[in-house]
């Protein structure tokens, strides 16, 4: 009997064992990456939320309030890369959402592709130019193509750079025809996107082409803005190339998304079999239409309904899979769109106008004086200078020279903050504010040299005013929700590049291959 006894409790004791040794591998991962989304404006708004959207993730997850880009200038195309490859642009060659084409003198989109052509649409693109694997790539490769990968966002850029190589499909919404679109990159359309085109396209839904606040005024709040008038923004125009252009730059794209997720989820057959799969998710949280004033009803509305997007999508994950066998996590785009240098004058805040096509001119009369005759600057874009390297290699000078040379004239110019050129840059001198240049730059698309404006002026092109130069660090969140995480708040910066790396981890797969970082250390 003593015998038995002992036999049962080591069986016991073993069987206990391999259950807290044998973790059970999700589903399914679901990343949802809000471009523009503030740390600040969710706090602000906090008394305006439900108990199942950011309250529900600030409660049950792990929450770095703050996260770090290591790059000298984001948007939109470069951070989404960054978030998915775990490395910055020098590897990922993601520079930024447009670059000079070396080839044409042309600017062209980071995912345009002519190899490839659209699925309901006109645009060719492709994840060619992404130069790493993603996050979901490994996936692929870990599960022998078996893994069910896709992505949705409201542009082109977000959904490829999201997806990466090897999913099953990207789709973004069409601003011509207000149906959803992907590209021949990719396998197959998917079936049940192109019955939800036929059945439920946008145009269907009176409600959706037009933004009004989604609650009673008097429920928002008043006090930050003084302001008590609502607002109605039509998001149909009377453009026949893109009628519905304003749809992706509001908060109603959200809810779009939240539509044609809960159709993937039912119909796809993710999350049906033992092998892990990933469904990437973008959500637009700037600023709507062009409003700047950070207490705006329209910024207000904004949050408001991305709470209650963000609700909807965790009920339709735990409906069909269970958010218990879900590992769910947040990022953003971690930049803002900042204030116009009108209203900076407006309040006496030092700013200027920062023509870059005059300076490029300028840069290459002087070189002509000190050089000879000749087409020095080939190019210029994004505050970037191209220079003849033909022009320079047959006059048998050295490229580093004139690089250093046209940095230093251009460093003498009003509202020129630095220059930084090509040569330095690759094998120059350390410092940190290089070092986020040099995370910015690459080799084979950048240009020789690299300008940093003053903060406040504007960047002007012939006529046409791009941006207002903001360097401010904006708090923006990364959020981890599922078993292998704690929940917690937690003040201290996650570093962008160790997100994809950590969610690697939690699923045994590899990181992206151009990923230096490691996980993060606080996964269970």
């Known amino acids: 009997m003593r015998g038995l006894i002992t036999s049962i409790l080591t069986a016991i004791a073993i069987t206990s064992l391999q259950a807290q040794s044998m973790k059970v591998e999700p589903k399914v991962v679901v990343g949802l990456n809000i471009d523009q989304l503030s740390t600040e404006l969710i706090e602000a ?82 994840a060619q130019n992404l130069l790493s694997s993603t996050i979901t790539d490994e996936l692929k490769l870990a599960s022998h193509g078996k893994a069910i990968v896709y992505s949705i966002a409201p542009e082109a850029d977000m959904a490829i750079l999201s997806a990466g190589h090897g999913a099953d499909a990207a789709l973004w919404f069409n601003k011509e025809t207000g149906k959803w679109c992907g590209s021949t990159y990719y396998s197959d359309f998917p079936w049940w996107a192109s019955q939800y085109n036929e059945q ?49 730059i509001s908060p109603i794209i959200n809810e779009e998304i939240v539509l044609l997720a809960e159709q993937l989820f039912r119909q796809s057959g993710v999350g049906e079999d033992d092998i892990t799969d990933f469904i990437q998710l973008s959500f637009y949280g700037g600023n709507a239409l062009g409003t700047s004033e950070a ?12 709470d209650r997007s963000i609700a909807q999508i965790l009920q339709i994950i735990d409906n069909k899979i269970g958010l218990k066998n879900t590992i769910f996590y947040v990022t953003s785009t971690g930049y803002v769109n900042g204030q116009t240098g009108n209203v900076l004058k407006e309040h006496r805040i030092p700013t200027g106008d920062f023509y870059l096509n005059r300076c490029s001119a300028l840069l290459n009369l002087y070189l002509m004086a000190y050089y000879g005759e000749g087409q020095f600057v080939e190019a210029h874009h994004d505050l970037q200078i191209y220079l003849n390297h ?59 040299l690299v300008i940093e404006v003053l903060p406040g002026w504007q960047i002007i092109n012939e006529k046409d005013v791009q941006s207002t130069v903001n360097y401010s660090a904006i708090q923006t969140p990364t959020i981890f929700l599922g078993a292998p995480f704690k929940a917690e708040v937690i003040n201290t910066p996650i570093s962008a590049e160790a997100i994809a790396p950590t969610i690697a981890q939690t699923i045994k797969i590899r990181a992206p291959n151009g990923s230096r970082s490691k996980a993060i250390d606080r996964i269970r």
Request: glycine fraction near 4%; charged fraction near 25%; charge should be positive.
């Open 200 to 248: 439920n396209p946008i145009y269907y839904r009176e409600n959706s082409l037009e933004w009004v606040p989604l609650l009673p005024i008097e429920n928002y709040n008043q006090s930050l803005n003084g302001r008590k008038k609502s607002f109605r923004h039509s998001l149909t125009s009377n453009s026949n190339s893109e009628q519905y252009a304003k749809v992706p």
């Open 295 to 306: 207490a705006s009803l329209e910024i207000q509305d904004t949050y408001i309904r991305l």
């Open 390 to 448: 033909k022009l320079i290699e047959d006059k048998k000078l050295k490229i580093e020279d004139v690089q250093q040379r046209a940095a230093n004239f251009l460093s003498q110019f009003s509202g020129v903050n630095e220059v930084y050129y090509a040569q330095d840059l690759l094998l120059g001198s350390w410092n940190p504010y290089k070092e986020l240049e040099r995370n910015s730059f690459h080799k084979k698309r950048s240009g020789d």
């Open 45 to 126: 708004y906090w008394n305006l939320y439900r108990e199942d959207g950011f309250k529900k993730l600030w409660k049950e997850g792990l929450v770095y309030k703050d996260t770090d880009f290591s790059l000298a200038k984001r948007d939109r195309s470069n951070t989404t890369a960054t978030l998915n490859t775990g490395t910055t642009p020098s590897i990922h060659g993601i520079i930024a959402n447009q670059w000079l084409d070396l080839s044409t003198m042309q600017p062209k989109s980071c995912i345009y592709d002519s190899a490839y052509m659209g699925n309901y649409t006109s645009l060719s693109s492709s």
